[in-house]
């Protein structure tokens, strides 16, 4: 099924409402619902939990400044909500007895202040039990992602240091936070510089845990992956390959994730003739099977993050392109399934425009428990205040039962 253009007055709504809680979605699998502190808070990352969901985001008021952990029930509706100062969040590590917010934490009293890598647990009420922090106060450092290393128990996060020679890092955690291992080098091709992407996870193959990401290599800027054997000397990659030839955009994300063949990564391709969506195949060995470039009608499409079921792969992004309307410069948000091949007009594919006056732009998406999808986002009103989205969709791509 494909619908051709959904148009949610996003703007019209945030600027209603005295709070941004009091939108209720409708109780059913399907809604949109936000969420936010100060109105000025950025959606990074999502996960799905037996009960409900896990919502980070960051909030980016002076006053307010901090991570903002959230539970929310299968209908969005919240059941608690913790804020972490001082820190930007950007990716969620989900764990037995609690979870762990990695991002960046700034001394704010240093005159010159320089980012560190900073990891926060939290108890599964969202209360802080511990917390850590990565940096050497020359260079900034920045945790972008982590994940949980079932076999070794170890929390392993990913993150990339600022300076004239960018580089990625792989950092090993026991579950309390004490350093278990610290490889600081330049994963990359040819030792280019190397901006890692909010997106690790561990994976099985040939009966050993990995960890693969996806990271942005400078200056030519194509899209890599590396990934490395869990208990293996770490401090090298398993292999490195290139996505596309094209330049990947740096200050649009690009993901990297797995599918029921092998796995999946999409990234934002800029060209002479603007941006488009960059899809990539790949088999278990993590060799590319099919490279797509696809450009949408008029105006630029970026992609954010990707999830692939066995209907196809589900693309979070956003775009400028407004159908009868060229003059609009502002970005909805953009979700579609395309199907095995890229395509998206199988009657498994479909598209979504989520927007309003404002910016819209998608962090992250998951697969729910019902086969459905859920997306985490950010909104911006006409007055240009910003809040966490939460999109859930069916497994047909419909919003609004």
């Known amino acids: 099924m494909r619908i051709p253009y959904l148009t949610i007055a996003l703007g019209l709504l945030l600027s209603a409402c005295q709070s941004l809680d009091s939108v209720e979605p409708a109780q059913d699998k399907a809604f949109i619902k936000f969420y936010g502190e100060a109105g000025d808070t950025d959606g990074k990352d999502i996960r799905v939990l037996d009960d409900g969901?896990?919502?980070l985001g960051t909030n980016t008021q002076e006053s307010t400044s901090g991570a903002l952990l959230i539970k929310v029930d299968l209908n969005g509706n919240q059941m608690w909500g913790q804020l972490f100062d001082k820190m930007?969040?950007?990716?969620?590590?989900?764990?037995?007895?609690?979870?762990?917010?990695?991002?960046?934490?700034?001394?704010?009293?240093?005159?010159?202040?320089?980012?560190?890598?900073?990891?926060?647990?939290?108890?599964?009420?969202?209360?802080?039990?511990?917390?850590?922090?990565?940096?050497?106060?020359?260079?900034?450092?920045?945790?972008?992602?982590?994940a949980f290393d079932t076999n070794g128990n170890e929390v392993v996060a990913l993150g990339y240091i600022e300076d004239i020679n960018d580089s990625t890092f792989l950092m090993g955690f026991n579950t309390d936070l004490s350093q278990a291992w610290t490889r600081y080098r330049a994963f990359g091709k040819d030792n280019q510089r190397s901006k890692a992407s909010p997106s690790l996870f561990s994976f099985t193959q040939?009966?050993?845990?990995?960890?693969?990401?996806?990271?942005v290599l400078e200056p030519d800027a194509p899209a890599g992956v590396d990934f490395v054997e869990a208990g293996a000397d770490k401090s090298t990659p398993?292999?490195?390959?290139?996505?596309?030839?094209?330049?990947?955009?740096?200050?649009?994300?690009?993901?990297?994730?797995?599918?029921?063949?092998?796995?999946?990564?999409?990234?934002?391709?800029?060209?002479?003739?603007?941006?488009?969506?960059?899809?990539?195949?790949?088999?278990?060995?993590?060799?590319?099977?099919?490279?797509?470039d696809r450009k949408q009608r008029d105006g630029n499409f970026y992609a954010h993050a990707v999830v692939s079921?066995?209907?196809?792969?589900?693309?979070?992004?956003?775009?400028?392109?407004?159908?009868?309307?060229?003059n609009r410069t502002?970005?909805?948000?953009?979700?579609?399934?395309?199907?095995?091949?890229?395509?998206?007009?199988?009657?498994?594919?479909?598209?979504?425009?989520?927007?309003?006056?404002?910016?819209?732009?998608?962090a992250k998406i998951r697969q729910a428990a019902d086969g459905g999808f859920i997306a985490i986002g950010t909104v911006e009103n006409t007055n240009k205040a910003k809040s966490m989205v939460v999109i859930k969709i069916n497994n047909k791509g419909e919003l609004l039962n």
Do not use: C
């Open 53 to 55: 969901y896990l919502i």
């Open 88 to 146: 930007t969040a950007s990716g969620l590590i989900i764990l037995d007895d609690g979870y762990i917010i990695v991002g960046d934490s700034i001394d704010i009293s240093n005159t010159d202040p320089k980012t560190t890598m900073f990891l926060i647990k939290t108890d599964l009420n969202g209360a802080e039990t511990g917390r850590t922090s990565v940096g050497d106060n020359i260079r900034s450092f920045h945790g972008t992602a982590g």
């Open 206 to 215: 040939a009966d050993s845990v990995r960890f693969g990401w996806l990271s």
């Open 238 to 292: 398993s292999g490195v390959t290139n996505l596309f030839t094209g330049n990947t955009l740096i200050d649009a994300n690009a993901d990297f994730n797995t599918s029921p063949v092998g796995f999946v990564a999409v990234q934002s391709i800029n060209d002479t003739n603007g941006s488009s969506i960059g899809i990539s195949h790949f088999d278990t060995d993590i060799d590319i099977t099919t490279t797509l």
């Open 309 to 326: 079921s066995s209907g196809g792969d589900v693309i979070l992004g956003s775009t400028d392109f407004h159908e009868g309307n060229s």
């Open 330 to 362: 502002d970005r909805d948000i953009y979700i579609a399934r395309a199907d095995i091949t890229g395509g998206f007009d199988d009657l498994t594919g479909f598209e979504l425009f989520i927007g309003g006056d404002g910016e819209e732009t998608g």
